[in-house]
């Protein structure tokens, strides 16, 4: 199906399935249940999900195929955004030449950046791409100002021209962004018994854009060109003996993954039109790294797992506070209750993370493989028992 | 006139002369071996040869067209392969994709942005990925991850994967290092094989003269640089040049 | 989506029916008119504040005075400055009679992550009124944020001209100082001090709030024939300022000027001192170095380096006027230290909203902000103070600062020299460091 | 002119702290072949082991003073310290003003104590792991050390002075014939110069002249072959380990009096110590420490004036600007060693 074999159709099938109805698994609990505070079932978060996978899929073309660990990737998030931002206030507030011109711009980005650091590989590598990410970072910060707006990030003001679009909207605001007309921001909620389930716009626009990015990343990744990529993390020496230039295609690598990051920049700023310049800051690059190592690299599925892992402790434990965690143990008497919540404070709220560090490490030591392979022995287990369950059953009339 | 001409070719490491002054023909459609003691520039001649070296003089010429200030994949390209010391494959792969990478370097050039098209829908490849799996015996491992063969079938892939790109010219570094007897066997009687049924020239650099002399046609011998003798096989063996060479280096040692 | 603060509330009531959900209503088109409206027994308040980097020691300090202004707004403990506020509309209830519940979030002092954990408040949590942060740059990004989705943005510690310049928003308001005011209270104070022959060179923190504090002072000391030697950018991430200190050395300039915040200004003091500046002699002057924007927390990381050394502040907790006095009395009896200048305006912003809310008799954005322009109040530890309507700027007295000589705690650094007259950092709203940018219209949402 | 001496004399102190965490950096890149992201936390340890001496030595008893009153308006307490009740005010006094010098001591077995800990509880499980993984447990390492350390003393910058006869600053100038009051340098500064150049050389002499360190070089140049020799080269790199987290430590200790010790200070030097390691070429000491000083002084003159008014934020990127031409122009850094880390 779609050119894709059973197997690649069935993950590309339940990861449709799972963006699809979102808002419902990731508000498993009652708005006004103690669990609440674990619902991540709101726009912000499920787009932020969405576009962080993106980023992360197009990393792992890069990193999970070829091997090299490029540590300035949020560069190209960020010129991402900025081109998308910088069309709204120029252009139009729809979102479609904003985002086109943010992957056309970031992947002329990562053309130049790749085609120098290419140059050389291993840690050289990284060192290059980190050198010109925070470059980009320290000029959007200072010097660049009047094109980033510096420290409060560039956004949208009420005297932007706006050629296609208008200025100001008649009730004197920012028109806001939208697809012919479809207001990105919009939000549908229905109401369920206790459940309070959220339906926006922006959120199915991304997650459009994830589905057809990880269709894209299936046929990369089952490609001549995919395979070719493996190959060079494999071993050069030989792609070299093979007649074979190993240069344009990590360029081609480079560029594809620049282009995802340019998308997913571009996303983020068609969501919130707002570009800060944190967003290509060196730990903005690790940590799509860190999203990709996570949930297992050069796996397909991985790097949107780890960067829902990620975005959503980063969202939703450091929102836990003090008074949560009394709300949760005040069943508990007095004494217990205070020193159960004087625990869990040091692992939410603030203390977010810690936890965050902690599992990082966890996981590493003990899923090498990351999140992917978690669920595979998950897998494997279940289906042992089941196996054992069947044998179990087809034993029993022998004895 | 062979398929191969060195021309006086001369190799400097700072104050060590690896290559004095080479001269080497190897005919078309023979097994030519070259051998000689530890440092006599064996390696350094074949890496002039790939391009992974530029010699400081001289010139090689392949067919006619010099392979001089060419990358390696284009010398490949023009029909030169090489198998290493040792096995250079792709370990992360599996036996079957090992050998479908050089089918597709031989068809779609030194690059092509190929992303779309599955692997598996390309029939033609996949059949000259098989056909030469099942000629070279690898047909039952084609599934295996390469890294995790023996080291004979390391070697037989990578021989494979290198005629798969149907050259003309195949260099081999002492195929048979490090290989047991009944290894260093079963690639002689390979090599053999592979000499009978196609049209391809042979350059093989040897330690073991027990491979050399069963297979070459024609022998060089090098010592310090420089070709002390070339012949054929049988008047190598007695030869006193040879042997100076030679014991000279086991009284060294 | 009620957090469950209503929850925990009703249960211990005992009084679980009934509960209306207080929907996130964000962008909706649904029935309510306007963001967020609270339909039950609560009001939820979103307190995004710095909990991790650089300024998380601000931001636990932001949030301890939010949880006392909760308290306090809800009828539990003193009362703190409600007694002492001039508006006494606020009746210990809640506000409007609903009780006052709150969230918080971790703006990591990045514009990005600020708007997310922002966002999450007003769509999961349903904020009607956002507040807290410790930087000019969240602040404004918070503020867009807030303009559309249509809740209130009450700013916490951002001292940038830009917030309630080129950056304002109608539906964002600014009861801590600026730049400008900085500039404007420090000068006289200064050129009293050291004599109007002085030759000043500054060293600024490369971004945003930098600027507009250099642009600041430099007018102002300059209007009192200060002469500028040069002014040099500093990046952000420096943390060794050596090297931008030595040239100085090299300069006839006898004051320094540090336009730094933070951690930036701690080291940027400390390398001052240590390269032996203040016991430099200058044309047969005596070498000072000025650093506008003090903050008692992070004075404490330059330690004796501040004795002497002048700068403005919002408020200290050593003024002897009875609101402030309340507030350090119920702050100081709660957690045994007393609050920062941050901790004083996230207090005084969170009390202001409730009192807009309750004199305009509703949570409507729109209400609220038409209740807080043009008013007037006392009695919050600043003396009078007015919330212009052209800005959503507070005017107020500026104070003027110097470290303390003989500290008796750790807490107490500095002395107030001077409390500046609110007429003497009055400017027009047209001024030109001001300029750009206009408020727009309110925004309600819905 | 005097403006440049002093520019260089910046560079060189930068420079040692570059120098310093680098070379405990390459330590372990070269020895044990893995990515330590937590190398910025050893560093931030060390200084915090200078800020806990300093809060130890100031552990204090409370006497209630009537006559004066707190923010509260009750009494207020006054604090001493128990060592200037033991040792008398004036002595007490001194201890305390020399506890940074003092925690040199305390810090070497604590710091060698967590780089052995750190080694054989969690990297030893790393060595044979991609490097990703080991960046990824190394970082999340790094996150946990800062938490705990923030959990413990705040965000806060913490004000740990150095003694006080190292508070004045030197006048070159007058020595130089410049005139009085142009090149004057801290003396704390220079102590730290001279100190890194101490360490520098003695882990230098120590990997030189000691059959332990013979066995450490060779370990470096070869591992397999000198695992095949029947040396116990595993225990020999933990002990490596804890010298560099020793080194990094020392760095931190020393570096507090210079900047206010903040729990994310090893997050800030930790890109700016990658970088100077590659720059200087991967399993390469002396390059390390050239390029920590190349580095620094770089950094020192991007920031004067003049330059800064040609290319305007020169300074900001001064270090990423060196750092790419050096790789363009030297594949592996400055002394590089072929096949390390290049894939």
Avoid at chain 1, 224 to 250: D, E, H, I
Avoid at chain 1, 277 to 301: D, F, H, N, P
Avoid at chain 2, 187 to 195: A, M, Q, S
Avoid at chain 3, 126 to 152: F, K, R
Wanted: with cysteine; glycine share 10%; charged share 15%.
């Amino acid at each position: 199906m779609l050119g894709l074999n059973k197997k690649d159709f069935t993950l590309l099938l339940i990861v449709a399935a799972l963006v699809v109805f979102a808002p419902f698994i990731l508000n498993p609990f009652p708005a006004d249940s103690a669990m609440a505070q674990f619902n991540a079932g709101y726009p912000d978060l499920m787009q932020r999900f969405v576009i962080f996978g993106i980023f992360a899929i197009g990393f792992n073309i890069l990193f999970g195929l070829t091997g090299y660990l490029s540590f300035g990737h949020a560069a190209f998030l960020g010129v991402g955004s900025y081109s998308a931002v910088w069309m709204f206030k120029l252009l139009s507030m729809n979102i479609v030449p904003a985002i086109i011109l943010s992957v056309i711009v970031s992947g002329l980005f990562a053309m130049l950046i790749g085609y120098i650091s290419l140059r050389r590989t291993g840690i050289y590598f990284s060192i290059l791409t980190l050198a010109f990410a925070e470059m980009s970072f320290r000029l959007a910060y200072s010097v660049l100002t009047p094109i980033t707006n510096g420290e409060t990030g560039l956004q949208l003001t009420l005297d932007d021209p706006r050629i296609l679009g208008e200025t100001a909207t008649a009730t004197g605001s920012i028109p806001v962004t939208n697809f012919f007309g479809i207001e990105m921001r919009a939000t549908e909620v229905m109401n369920v018994g206790g459940w309070s389930f959220q339906f926006n716009n922006g959120y199915y626009m991304c997650a459009i854009m994830l589905l057809l990015a990880f269709y894209l990343a299936i046929r990369i990744f089952r490609s001549p060109f995919g395979m070719m990529l493996r190959a060079v993390k494999s071993n050069q020496q030989r792609m070299n003996y093979t007649g074979l230039n190993t240069k344009p295609y990590t360029l081609a690598a480079f560029v594809i993954s620049g282009m995802y990051a340019g998308l997913a920049g571009g996303l983020m700023a068609s969501m919130d039109p707002l570009a800060g310049a944190e967003r290509m800051q060196w730990t903005a690059s690790g940590e799509v790294v860190l999203m990709t190592i996570l949930g297992g690299a050069g796996t397909l599925i991985g790097p949107v797992l780890g960067a829902g892992f990620i975005k959503y402790f980063e969202n939703i434990f450091s929102k836990i506070n003090e008074q949560v965690l009394h709300s949760w143990f005040h069943a508990l008497p007095d004494g217990i209750e205070n020193a159960v919540v004087w625990v869990l404070e040091h692992f939410v709220g603030s203390g977010w993370h810690l936890t965050l560090g902690l599992l990082f490490m966890l996981v590493v030591t003990f899923l090498p493989g990351g999140l992917v392979e978690g669920g595979q022995r998950l897998g494997r287990l279940l289906r042992r028992k089941d196996a054992e369950k069947k044998t179990a059953t087809q034993s029993t009339p022998a004895e | 006139m062979g398929i191969l001409d060195v021309k006086n070719v001369g190799k400097r490491f700072g104050g060590l002369q690896a290559l004095g002054d080479v001269n080497l023909s190897v005919k078309e459609n023979t097994v030519h071996a070259i051998i000689g003691p530890n440092g006599a520039g064996k390696s350094t001649l074949l890496n002039c040869l790939v391009g992974k070296l530029i010699p400081d003089t001289g010139s090689v010429m392949f067919d006619g067209q010099s392979v001089l200030g060419r990358t390696p994949y284009e010398i490949n390209q023009m029909g030169i392969s090489r198998v290493f010391q040792t096995p250079e494959i792709f370990g992360d792969l599996t036996v079957m994709e090992n050998m479908m990478i050089p089918c597709f370097a031989m068809r779609d050039g030194a690059f092509k942005l190929n992303g779309i098209r599955s692997v598996e829908s390309d029939t033609e490849i996949r059949e000259r990925a098989e056909a030469m799996m099942e000629d070279m015996n690898l047909a039952e491992k084609r599934h295996m991850h390469s890294a995790s063969m023996s080291r004979g079938d390391k070697r037989r892939l990578e021989i494979a994967m290198c005629l798969a790109q149907e050259p003309r010219l195949l260099l081999l570094d002492e195929p048979t290092a490090g290989m047991a007897r009944a290894d260093t066997n079963n690639t002689i009687d390979l090599l053999k094989e592979i000499k009978q049924k196609r049209d391809i020239t042979i350059v093989i650099i040897e330690h073991d003269m027990h491979v050399v002399f069963s297979l070459a046609e024609r022998i060089t011998v090098l010592a310090q640089g420089t070709p002390l003798v070339e012949d054929v096989p049988e008047n190598i063996k007695g030869h006193p040049k040879v042997r100076e060479a030679y014991l000279g280096e086991a009284a060294a040692a | 989506m009620t957090n469950f603060l209503t929850r925990r509330g009703l249960l211990k009531t005992g009084a679980v029916t009934g509960a209306g959900l207080a929907l996130p209503t964000i962008f909706t088109s649904g029935a309510s008119a306007f963001t967020n409206e609270p339909t039950g027994g609560t009001v939820t308040l979103g307190f995004n504040v710095p909990q991790s980097g650089p300024y998380a020691d601000e931001g636990a300090d932001e949030l301890r005075a939010f949880q006392l202004a909760v308290e306090h707004l809800n009828g539990e403990g003193d009362g703190g400055m409600m007694q002492t506020f001039s508006s006494q509309v606020l009746e210990g209830n809640g506000i409007l009679g609903k009780k006052v519940e709150y969230v918080t979030g971790d703006t990591q002092t990045k514009s990005d992550a600020a708007r997310a954990s922002a966002k999450s408040m007003i769509e999961k949590d349903g904020a009607v009124m956002i507040s807290g942060g410790s930087s000019s740059g969240v602040a404004v990004a918070v503020q867009g944020l807030c303009q559309e989705a249509g809740v209130i943005f009450m700013a916490g510690l951002t001292h940038s001209n830009d917030t309630t310049g080129k950056d304002k928003k109608a539906n964002g308001f600014r009861h801590f100082f600026n730049a400008y005011m900085s500039g404007a209270a420090l000068a006289p104070v200064l050129a009293s001090q050291y004599g109007t022959d002085r030759k000043a060179y500054h060293l600024t923190a490369d971004y945003t709030w930098g600027w507009t504090q250099e642009e600041s002072i430099k007018a102002a000391t300059e209007s009192l024939g200060w002469e500028t030697v040069n002014t040099v950018r500093t990046p952000l991430a420096a943390t060794d300022f050596s090297s931008y200190i030595t040239p100085i050395l090299q300069t006839d300039a006898d004051v320094l000027i540090l336009n730094h915040y933070g951690g930036n200004m701690v080291n940027s003091l400390t390398n001052a001192v240590q390269f032996g500046l203040r016991e430099k002699m200058v044309n047969g002057k005596q070498f000072e170095i000025v650093v506008p924007l003090y903050s008692r927390l992070m004075a404490r990381g330059a330690g004796e380096n501040v004795k002497g050394i002048f700068g403005s502040t919002n408020w200290h907790w050593s003024l002897q006027d009875a609101g402030s006095q309340a507030f350090v009395k119920s702050f100081g009896t709660k957690y045994g230290f007393p609050p920062s200048q941050a901790a004083h305006t996230c207090y005084v912003q969170t009390l202001l909203y409730a009192d807009a809310v309750a004199r305009a008799g509703s949570f409507n954005p729109c209400a609220v902000a038409e209740a807080l322009e043009g008013y007037e109040f006392d009695g919050l530890g600043n003396g009078k103070t007015l919330y212009r309507a052209d800005d959503h700027q507070c005017f107020k007295d500026v104070l003027v600062v110097k470290g303390k000589d003989n500290p008796t705690s750790e807490f107490d650094l500095l002395e107030v020299v001077e409390v500046t007259p609110v007429d003497q950092v009055t400017y027009a709203p047209d001024h030109p460091m001001f300029s750009g940018g206009a408020l727009g219209s309110c925004n309600a949402g819905a | 002119m005097d403006a440049i001496i002093l520019q260089i004399l910046n560079g060189l102190d930068k420079g040692s702290a570059y120098a310093l965490i680098a070379l405990g950096l390459t330590l372990i890149f070269g020895t044990l072949g893995v990515v330590n992201f937590a190398h910025g936390a050893l560093f931030m340890i060390g200084a915090f082991c200078a800020v806990s001496l300093n809060k130890l030595l100031n552990l204090s008893f409370e006497t209630v003073d009537p006559t004066r009153t707190d923010f509260l308006g009750n009494p207020l307490k006054v604090k001493t310290p128990y060592i200037e009740g033991w040792f008398g005010p004036d002595l007490g006094h001194a201890i305390i003003d020399w506890s940074v010098p003092l925690a040199i001591l305390f810090s070497i077995p604590i710091m060698i104590a967590v780089g052995f800990i750190m080694e054989r509880g969690l990297i030893k499980h790393f060595y044979r792991r991609p490097h990703a993984d080991q960046i990824l447990v190394t970082f999340g390492l790094a996150i946990v050390l800062q938490e705990l350390i923030k959990h413990y003393y705040g965000a806060n910058p913490i004000q740990t002075p150095a003694p006080d006869a190292f508070k004045g600053s030197f006048d070159f100038g007058a020595m130089m014939g410049f005139d009085p009051n142009t090149i004057i340098y801290p003396y704390w500064r220079m102590i730290y110069f001279a100190f890194a150049a101490v360490i520098i050389g003695g882990v230098f002499a120590f990997l030189q002249f000691t059959t332990f360190g013979m066995v450490v070089r060779a370990g470096m140049a070869d591992r397999e072959t000198v695992g095949l020799l029947g040396i116990n080269i595993d225990k020999r790199f933990t002990i490596m380990f804890g010298l560099a987290a020793a080194v990094a430590g020392l760095a931190g200790v020393m570096y507090a009096p210079i900047n206010s010790p903040n729990y994310h200070m090893g997050m800030d030097f930790l890109v700016l110590s990658f970088v100077v390691v590659v720059v200087g070429g991967m399993g390469s000491l002396p390059g390390a420490v050239a390029a920590g000083f190349l580095l620094g002084i770089l950094e020192s003159f991007a920031s004067m004036n003049e330059i800064k008014s040609i290319i305007p934020g020169i300074d900001q990127i001064v270090i990423y600007v060196a750092a790419i031409v050096i790789l363009l122009a030297r594949p592996r850094g400055l002394l590089g060693r072929r096949g390390v880390m290049e894939d």
